[in-house]
């Protein structure tokens, strides 16, 4: 999956990939809660950590669809591995 690369905590455990960039704020005018994912990364893939807001990036993982926990977002990628930042 591709998207804007959104750092969601200043320790960097925390991210999302969006279908805007951050300029273009989920919670604002464009989109809403659907154009936006949780990110949980793969153990010992820290190489997001890397990674500057906003950049386009691919990723790989296994989806999931949240229809249970409120404090997480509808739509999470387990097991979240960098494929190449694409710009």
Known sequence: IQGFYVPID???KYFALSAGPSSMC???NV???ETV???IVKKGHND???IQA????E???RFVLNMKYNEHLMYILEDAELVKVVK
Do not use: T
Request: a positive charge; glycine letters at 18%.
């Open 31 to 33: 989109g809403g809660i």
């Open 26 to 28: 989920f919670f604002c």
């Open 37 to 39: 994912m949780e990110i």
């Open 10 to 12: 200043a320790e960097g």
């Open 54 to 57: 906003d950049k386009y990036i």
């Open 59 to 61: 990723l790989k993982g």
């Open 48 to 50: 997001l950590k890397r």
